[in-house]
Every structure is written in C-alpha cells, then in structure tokens.
C-alpha cells in the first residue's frame, strides 16, 4: 500500500469518548510522527441530561476536554482543532447552536448513529439491519442536520448501508436524497476508514460503501476524507486505503483549511 498523501484528519476520538483510548497529547504526539499537518479532534458530543451517555462523554467532562485540546493548540508543532461530533435530533438543536455559536469549538460534524423509531425506542445502523420505516428516518434525520446549518461536514453518510447486501431503488433513492442535500447545502461528505477495520462481508467494507460514493461522485459532491481514529495506532492506519477508494470511485475531494479568522473551510483538492 502506498504512502497517504493527505495530511490532514479531523475525524478523531481520544480516551474521552468513552469507547476509544489515548490522551489528547498522544495523539498529536502521533500525528506530529506520521506527518499530518492538520488534526482535529470531534469527540462525540454530549447532551446536558446525558443522553445517549453510554456512548459518549459526561456532560461533566466537557470543559476537560477542551481545555486538553486547547492546550495543544498552543504548544503542537502542528495545526490542532476543537470539534465535537454531533447526533442531531431537533429538541436539541436549541443547545447545539449555542454551542456553535459559543466560541469555544472551531467545527461541528454530524453523524448519525442513532435512529429514533415512532414508539420512541432507538436503533444504530451500527448493530442493526435497518427496516424500510427505519431508513427513512435515517434519511429525515441526516438531511435534518444538514438542514439545520450547524454542521461543517457530515461523517459516513453511507451508514445505512453497513448491514445490508441490497442496492435496491430504496437504498439508491435515500443515497440521492442524502447526496442532493449536501450538494445543495455546499456540505461535504466524509469517507470514513473506521468502517475499513470492522467486520467484513466477503466482497466489501463494512463502511464505506462502493456505489454510494460512485453516485455521490456523479451527482458532483465535495468530499472529505477522515478516519474515525478511536487509538492513536488507527489515527493514520486506514488513510492510504481512503485515498485509493475515493480515486478509484472518483469523488472530488477536498481539504479542511482554516482562515484567519479561524474559521474551517473548504480548498479543492483536484477532480
């Protein structure tokens, strides 16, 4: 496998999120040793009631957590950011924009992990083989998010795709749906190599998942690469993987960049 090429990754979870290992300094440490000139951090974000707790931080934690990544902002050699990852469900949306606007975090992503059902039970597509109603309500609630303005990029969009063999109108008229939005919305999607290192079926990844990106490359999406690191040895494991499936899909990539003021956009990477 050839050497990655892009430097950057902002999809990254430390000991923080409950479900992953290594401090925020071990993980620039890293990054610094790999060659990355970018890294952001997006821990899961947590809710003021603890929702979800089982797989994110305390609430309680929050100020911690920034202030690790904070600290790091001024002694890495390298280009650190603050984000959180963001499960949106409207009756939050409220508390996610104060964070936003609050100063204290450079990007927002959105993932959706959870689906709420209509009796008010939830599913992951992470565990789950979705049913029709649940990925419809995959789509309402990715396409939510991304309507929502809060978010700089969305992470694995194909999730509903993780535990199912069909490619049938459904799935492909959810992905064009997902896609359309984004495009309309000049939000990029991310191809995640976290998906990479999971259970396999024979002839393809877990995540990603081939023909969504071959649509999404289509339809003229901007899109970003990250891995979903959980460990510092995952932070550059899988990034030589992405580059060859975004190229041999041919998604037009492009690079997180900040501005002077701070703020995270968007450079092109090529076609």
């Known amino acids: 496998m050839s050497a990655f090429t892009e430097t950057y990754n902002i999809h990254t979870h430390s000991f923080y999120c409950g479900h992953g290992s290594g ?7 890293e990054a610094e040793d790999k060659g990355l000139q970018l890294l952001g951090f997006s ?4 809710f003021p009631d603890n929702f979800l707790h089982r797989s994110r931080m305390d609430y309680s934690m929050m100020e911690s957590y920034e202030r690790d990544v904070r600290v790091q902002q001024k002694e890495a050699g390298i280009q650190i950011l603050l984000g959180y990852e963001c499960d949106y469900f409207p009756r939050y949306e409220g508390y996610l924009r104060k964070l936003k606007e609050s100063g204290r975090v450079d990007y927002l992503v959105t993932g959706t992990h959870f689906i709420e059902r209509s009796d008010g039970t939830r599913v992951s597509p992470f565990s789950s083989i979705l049913t029709l109603d649940e990925i419809y309500r995959y789509r309402d609630q990715f396409i939510g998010a991304l309507e929502s303005g809060l978010f700089d990029y969305a992470a694995h969009p194909d999730l509903f795709m993780a535990g199912s063999s069909a490619w049938d109108e459904v799935h492909k008229s959810v992905a064009r749906e997902i896609i359309s939005a984004a495009v309309r919305l000049s939000i990029p999607l991310e191809i995640n190599g976290n998906g990479m290192l999971k259970r396999q079926a024979p002839d393809r990844f877990c995540y990603p998942f081939g023909p969504f990106w071959t649509l999404a490359a289509r339809m003229g999406a901007s899109v970003i690469l990250s891995t979903d690191a959980h460990s510092t040895d995952n932070l550059t494991l899988t990034k030589a993987r992405l580059e060859v499936f975004a190229h041999q899909h041919g998604v037009r990539l492009v690079r997180p960049c900040v501005s002077a003021g701070g703020q ?3 450079s092109g990477a090529g076609e």
């Open 23 to 29: 401090t925020i300094a071990e993980y620039v440490r």
């Open 264 to 266: 995270l956009k968007w």
């Open 43 to 46: 821990e899961h974000c947590p």
